[in-house]
């Protein structure tokens, strides 16, 4: 599970930065120095693992008093390539050479 579970979380985490660059409404509504809990909607076993982890960093953390919000996520959203003005060859072209 802990493979999965970092390779999901990191996923989430980069995607979830993306979207608050994106949306920075959102952003606002998160409190300074809240601990910030992804949570997947079709995900049990992920949610499980996620609250554990936080409820364990709390227990160590030196603000007693910090916000944690939980931050549900619907869906993703396809992954798209960025590549354009592809260009299929038959031969190598000169430039690479």
Do not use: C, W
């Not at 993306?18 to 910030?36: C, G, N, T």
Request: charged share 30%; glycine share 2%; hydrophobic share 40%.
């Amino acid at each position: 599970m802990s493979s999965l579970f970092e390779e999901k979380y990191d996923e989430l985490f980069a995607e979830f930065n993306h979207y608050i660059v994106e949306h920075p409404e959102f952003a606002k509504r998160i409190p300074h120095d809240a601990l910030v809990v992804l949570l997947d909607k079709n995900d049990p076993l992920f949610n499980y693992e996620n609250l554990r982890r936080a409820k364990s960093y709390l227990q160590h953390d030196d603000n007693l008093n910090r916000s944690v919000v939980y931050i549900q996520v619907g869906r993703l959203a396809p992954v798209k390539s960025r590549l354009r003005d592809l260009r299929l060859m038959t031969r190598e072209p000169s430039y690479a050479i």
